[in-house]
T-cell receptor
Framework: GQQVMQIPQYQHVQEGEDFTTYCNSS?????IQWYKQRPGGHPVFLIQLVKSGEVKKQKRLTFQFGEAKKNSSLHITATQTTDVGTYFCAGPTTDSWGKLQFGAGTQVVVTP | ETGVTQTPRHLVMGMTNKKSLKCEQH?????MYWYKQSAKKPLELMFV???????ENNSVPSRFSPECPNSSHLFLHLHTLQPEDSALYLCASSQDFRGTSGKSSYEQYFGPGTRLTVT
């Protein structure tokens, strides 16, 4: 079945450093979404990418959708303690309307 | 964020109890979802409702029974649960997906979740 994989599973970052987390789908996606879940919180929608090669920025966060629409990345520059949390990517499944396949997430820990 | 609310926020129940989780969305959406989130596991979709009709049951055991009386409310009725059912149960809503190509999806808005412990 369709799989969405994220790497790394854990990311320890020094405050001020940059890092990238990756999302790979076993199938071509019509779009990809990114969510953030703070510790003790719930997933919050960040962004959706639709076009091949699309790049979107939200302040220090840069999201990219691969040319083949099978992978995506999230790059965070100058990491802050507010970036702590788990970042999930999700893509629509091909077998059912409205259903998202979530990746397992990248848990980000920031050390001051 | 108060677009999607869930009650109760915490629930402890015995294996023989019957309880219900409630979700309400104030976003004017017509699609609602139940997810289960266990430690160290990806989000697991349980049920999907679109315009009050169940469109997805992701092989969920019958001890979980969903109910969607209208597009704003979603319930999850729990009966004779097992300790391994302890998890965070999240409700979400989105725009409806009737008439789409079936390959697209709208962003989902999650509630704060109910932390369930089965003893």
């Amino acid at each position: 079945g369709q799989q969405v994989m994220q790497i790394p599973q854990y990311q320890h970052v020094q405050e001020g450093e940059d890092f990238t987390t990756y999302c790979n789908s076993s199938t071509t996606l019509s779009n990809i979404q990114w969510y953030k879940q703070r510790p003790g919180g719930h997933p919050v929608f960040l962004i959706q990418l639709v076009k091949s090669g699309e790049v979107k920025k939200q302040k220090r966060l840069t999201f990219q959708f691969g040319e083949a629409k099978k992978n995506s990345s999230l790059h965070i520059t100058a990491t802050q303690t507010t970036d702590v949390g788990t970042y999930f990517c999700a893509g629509p499944t091909t077998d059912s309307w409205g259903k998202l396949q979530f990746g397992a997430g990248t848990q980000v820990v920031v050390t001051p | 964020e108060t677009g999607v609310t869930q009650t109760p926020r915490h629930l402890v129940m015995g294996m023989t109890n019957k309880k219900s989780l409630k979700c309400e969305q104030h976003l004017g959406h017509n699609a609602m979802y139940w997810y289960k989130q266990s430690a160290k596991k990806p989000l697991e979709l349980m049920f999907v409702y679109n315009f009050k009709e169940q469109t997805e049951n992701n092989s969920v055991p019958s001890r979980f029974s969903p109910e969607c009386p209208n597009s704003s409310h979603l319930f999850l009725h729990l009966h004779t649960l097992q300790p391994e059912d302890s998890a965070l149960y999240l409700c979400a809503s989105s725009q409806d997906f009737r008439g789409t190509s079936g390959k697209s999806s709208y962003e989902q808005y999650f509630g704060p979740g109910t932390r369930l412990t089965v003893t």
